[in-house]
T-cell receptor
Framework: DAGVIQSPRHEVTEMGQEVTLRCKPI?????LFWYRQTMMRGLELLIY????????DSGMPEDRFSAKMPNASFSTLKIQPSEPRDSAVYFC??????????FGSGTRLTVV | DQQVKQNSPSLSVQEGRISILNCDYT??????FLWYKKYPAEGPTFLIS?????DKNEDGRFTVFLNKSAKHLSLHIVPSQPGDSAVYFC???????????FGGGTRLMVKP
C-alpha cells in the first residue's frame, strides 16, 4: 500500500496567487481530513469528508480556503488568493470508519 | 479555545532515562486518546492509544496513563533512545478515531 499521497511536497508561491494542494487517500478509506501545522497552533483540523461529502469545515480559516473531494480517491485544498500567513505544512489523512488513521507526508507551503 | 493542550513545547532527556510527555484536555466528551510521533519532513504516525475506560496502556517502552478526573494524560518512554527524538502530538476524539483534535506538540530530544 502506497499510503496517503500528497503533492506537491513543497510549494513556493507569491502572495495573491492561487495554490492547489492534492491528496490521494488510501484505497478503501472512507474518511479524509485536511490538517494544517504551524508553530503557533500545532496541528489544526481544517475540514473532513466522509464518503466524499464534507462533514465539518468549521476549521477552514476563511473564504479564501476551499476543499473538494470529487471521488473517493482524490481531494484538493485550494487557497485563492494566498497570503504569507498561509505558510505552513498541510497534511492530509485518511481512515476507514475511524480506524487506521494515516497521514501523508505533507505539503510545505511558503507564500512570499 | 484549545481543547487539547501540551504545555511543554520541548523536552530534553538523556539516553536511557525516562521521558514523560504531558497532555491536558478540556472536552469531557472525549472517550479515546492517541499519541502520534512526527519526524521532520514526514507525516505524524500513530504510536499508542488509550480508551477512557482504562487508566493505563502499555506497549513495549511506551506507556500512556490517563487520569480522567484531572483530564490529564501522559506518555512515558523508558528507556529513552536517540531515535525517539521527534515531535509528539496527543489527540482526543469522541468517536473512536474520526475527527481527532490535536495538541500543539512537544519536541523531544534524547541526547546520547
Amino acid at each position: 500500500d502506497a499510503g496517503v499521497i500528497q503533492s506537491p511536497r513543497h510549494e513556493v508561491t507569491e502572495m495573491g496567487q492561487e495554490v492547489t494542494l492534492r491528496c490521494k487517500p488510501i484505497s478503501g478509506h472512507n474518511s479524509l481530513f485536511w490538517y494544517r501545522q504551524t508553530m503557533m497552533r500545532g496541528l489544526e483540523l481544517l475540514i473532513y469528508f466522509n464518503n466524499n461529502v464534507p462533514i465539518d469545515d468549521s476549521g477552514m480559516p476563511e473564504d479564501r480556503f476551499s476543499a473538494k473531494m470529487p471521488n473517493a480517491s482524490f481531494s484538493t485544498l485550494k487557497i485563492q488568493p494566498s497570503e504569507p500567513r498561509d505558510s505552513a505544512v498541510y497534511f492530509c489523512a485518511s481512515t476507514r470508519d475511524g480506524y487506521g488513521y494515516t497521514f501523508g507526508s505533507g505539503t510545505r507551503l511558503t507564500v512570499v | 479555545d484549545q481543547q487539547v493542550k501540551q504545555n511543554s513545547p520541548s523536552l530534553s532527556v538523556q539516553e536511557g532515562r525516562i521521558s514523560i510527555l504531558n497532555c491536558d484536555y478540556t472536552n469531557s466528551m472525549f472517550d479515546y486518546f492517541l499519541w502520534y510521533k512526527k519526524y521532520p519532513a514526514e507525516g505524524p504516525t500513530f504510536l499508542i492509544s488509550i480508551s477512557s475506560i482504562k487508566d493505563k496502556n502499555e506497549d513495549g517502552r511506551f506507556t500512556v496513563f490517563l487520569n480522567k478526573s484531572a483530564k490529564h494524560l501522559s506518555l512515558h518512554i523508558v528507556p529513552s533512545q536517540p531515535g525517539d527524538s521527534a515531535v509528539y502530538f496527543c489527540a482526543g476524539t469522541n468517536n473512536a478515531g474520526n475527527m481527532l483534535t490535536f495538541g500543539g506538540g512537544t519536541r523531544l530530544m534524547v541526547k546520547p
